[in-house]
C-alpha cells in the first residue's frame, strides 16, 4: 500500500488520472473498476481532456461501476448510470455494452448475482476507483458489514442518507436501499486507488492506516 499525498483535489486528480492512462496504455483491452460522487470528478474531467488532446482510446476498455441505487431507472438525474454517462461515458470513445452499472431496477437481490456473474466472466477488475465515506465506508459498504461480502443488496444508514440528501430535492427522495459491490469483490480486484479529498474525510483516512482491519472501518 502506497500513500501519495497532494496539496490540492486537482493534483489527486492528475495522479490517480495518470495511473488510470499508465493502466491503459500497458493494456487496451484494461477492466476499469469505477465509482461515483464528488471525488472522482475531477480525475473524470482530467481522462476526458486527455482523451480530447492525445487521443487515448477506450474502445477496448470495459468497465464496472460499483454500485447503484434501487428504484432508480437510469434516466434519473441521480442514479449512478446517468451519473457516469453524464461524466464519463458520453465524453470519450468507450463501448456503451461495455459500461456496467448495477441494475437499480426490478428484482434488486437476482441483479446483485447477474451483476457478479459477469464481472466475473469478463475476467475481473485489473483497476479499481474508490472514494471513501467520512465513516469509513468504501462503495455502500458500511461500518459493520461483513468482510466477504459480494455484490448485494444493502440498507444505506442514516450517515449516507443525510450525507446524499444535498443530490435530491428533499431527504424524503434519497433512495434508503441500494446495489453494491461487497468488500470481497472488490479486494479482488488486482490494485486499486482510493482516493480521499479535504478535511472531512482525513479521520476515516487515518482508520484505514492505523486501525486494526475491521468491519468498523470497511475501507
Ligand atoms: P463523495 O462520496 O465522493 O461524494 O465524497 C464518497 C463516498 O461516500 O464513497
Given at each position: 500500500m502506497e500513500l501519495i499525498i497532494c496539496k490540492t483535489a486537482q493534483d489527486a486528480a492528475m495522479t490517480a488520472g495518470d495511473l488510470v492512462l499508465e493502466q491503459i496504455k500497458h493494456n487496451t483491452k484494461t477492466i476499469l473498476g469505477l465509482a461515483t460522487g464528488s471525488t472522482p470528478e475531477g480525475m473524470y474531467q482530467y481522462l476526458i481532456k486527455d482523451h480530447m488532446?492525445?487521443?487515448?482510446?477506450?474502445?477496448g476498455v470495459s468497465t464496472f461501476n460499483l454500485d447503484e441505487y434501487v428504484?432508480?431507472?437510469?434516466?434519473?438525474?441521480?442514479s449512478y448510470r446517468y451519473f457516469m454517462n453524464k461524466n464519463f461515458f458520453n465524453a470519450?470513445?468507450?463501448?456503451?455494452?461495455n459500461t456496467y452499472v448495477p441494475d437499480g431496477m426490478g428484482d434488486a437481490p437476482a441483479n446483485a448475482i447477474a451483476y457478479d456473474r459477469i464481472l466475473e466472466a469478463s475476467g475481473g477488475i485489473d483497476l479499481q476507483i474508490l472514494g471513501i465515506g467520512?465513516?469509513?465506508?468504501?462503495?455502500?459498504?458500511?461500518?459493520?458489514?461483513?468482510?466477504?461480502?459480494?455484490?448485494h443488496v444493502v440498507a444505506l444508514v442514516p450517515e449516507t442518507i443525510a450525507a446524499n440528501?444535498?443530490?435530491?430535492?428533499?431527504?424524503?427522495?434519497?433512495?434508503?436501499t441500494a446495489i453494491s459491490m461487497g468488500i470481497a469483490s472488490i479486494l479482488k480486484a488486482k490494485k486499486i486507488i482510493l482516493i480521499a479529498l479535504g478535511e472531512s474525510k482525513a479521520e476515516a483516512v487515518r482508520a484505514m492506516f492505523e486501525d486494526e482491519v475491521s468491519t468498523k472501518v470497511p475501507a
Open positions: 488532446e492525445n487521443g487515448t482510446s477506450y474502445a428504484g432508480l431507472p437510469p434516466t434519473h438525474e441521480q470519450i470513445d468507450i463501448r456503451k455494452e467520512t465513516n469509513g465506508h468504501i462503495a455502500f459498504n458500511e461500518p459493520g458489514v461483513r468482510l466477504d461480502s459480494t455484490t440528501a444535498r443530490f435530491f430535492d428533499s431527504i424524503d427522495d434519497v433512495p434508503k
